[in-house]
């Protein structure tokens, strides 16, 4: 089993002090604690010293818990799904896990961790691709399709409400296929006919959709469909549809992130994702028949 955790919650984690009721609550279950890399990275962005070796603390003992796995962002996840079927989420190699815990080691007790961390930034961006191009870019050309394909705010809002894995937007799904992944070998026919093989796919095309839907209709707009009323954008929507299309394989998706969190269970609800999301409260206290 698969527990899933965003920035949000490893920011809570640090400032409560709540890791070892979280691995207690993931060993309980038999299960694996699961970061992606680029939460890794930006959980080691800041350049506060004492914030950086009380996540640096966090981290190293979540590598010693024997529970914990980091997985390598979703970029490679969608290419390994387009050549096979990927039936839990890929981790990162041991020469990459190994890396970031040698580094981490470091930092504790350094005088001047910010100035490691560099370095430990500069080694591990070179053993990471960069993801596609930047969500400014792709904001471009979502509303330059939009408007070639003459979608207004209502026509947005019917896609919304009747959305589910055979339903997705064509459209969309060839941006994502052909702009972001660059395979043009593959139809979007290829994903509709059988969802379900294609599982972070369809999160990830369901979790863009909601945001393109948010960019691309304005906030007077958004009377023109009931489901609209509930759209909100916020900068950083792009790398959390990222973060949380990774989870498709996840049992919970645990976001201190509100507008995520709605954003998944709406998806779920749709079929869309099969995972539960909620705050790291919740799951702390959540029973084992809720994930059945």
């Avoid at 959980?43 to 914990?68: E, I, M």
């Avoid at 799904?173 to 796919?201: C, K, M, N, W």
């Avoid at 999160?203 to 007077?220: H, I, R």
Wanted: aromatic content about 6%; charged content about 25%.
């Amino acid at each position: 089993m698969e527990f899933h955790l965003d920035s949000s919650t490893l920011i809570k984690v640090v400032h409560e002090d709540k890791l070892q009721a979280l691995i207690r609550v993931a060993r309980e279950r038999g299960a694996n604690l699961y970061v992606a890399s680029p939460v890794i990275d930006e959980l080691l962005a800041g350049d506060n010293d004492s914030y950086l070796r009380s996540v640096t603390k966090v981290l190293l003992a979540l590598f010693d818990s024997g529970c914990f796995r980091i997985s390598p962002g979703l970029e490679p996840v969608l290419r390994q799904e387009l050549r096979e079927p990927v039936l839990e989420t890929p981790i990162v190699s041991k020469d990459f896990r190994r890396n970031y815990r040698n580094g981490l080691r470091q930092l504790v007790g350094h005088p001047r961790p910010t100035s490691l961390l560099d370095e430990l930034r500069q080694r591990q961006g070179k053993m990471k691709g960069p993801w596609g191009p930047a969500d400014a870019t792709i904001s471009e050309a979502i509303k330059a399709q939009l408007k070639a394909q003459g979608m207004r705010a209502h026509d947005i809002g019917v896609e919304l409400a009747q959305l589910n894995p055979a339903t997705l937007p064509s459209w969309l799904l060839e941006l994502v296929l052909h702009r972001l992944l660059a395979r043009t070998d593959v139809p979007t026919s290829q994903i509709l006919e059988q969802p379900g093989r294609y599982p972070f796919l369809v999160a990830w095309t369901g979790l863009v959709f909601l945001w393109v839907a948010a960019l691309g209709v304005p906030a007077e707009h958004r009377t023109q469909h009931p489901i609209l009323s509930a759209l909100r954008t916020n900068r950083n929507d792009y790398l959390d549809a990222q973060i949380a299309a990774e989870a498709a394989r996840a049992a919970i998706l645990v976001a201190e992130d509100k507008g995520l969190i709605d954003r998944c269970e709406l998806l779920r609800a749709r079929g869309c994702i099969q995972f539960h999301s909620m705050d790291l409260d919740a799951f702390l206290r959540v029973k084992q028949r809720t994930l059945n």
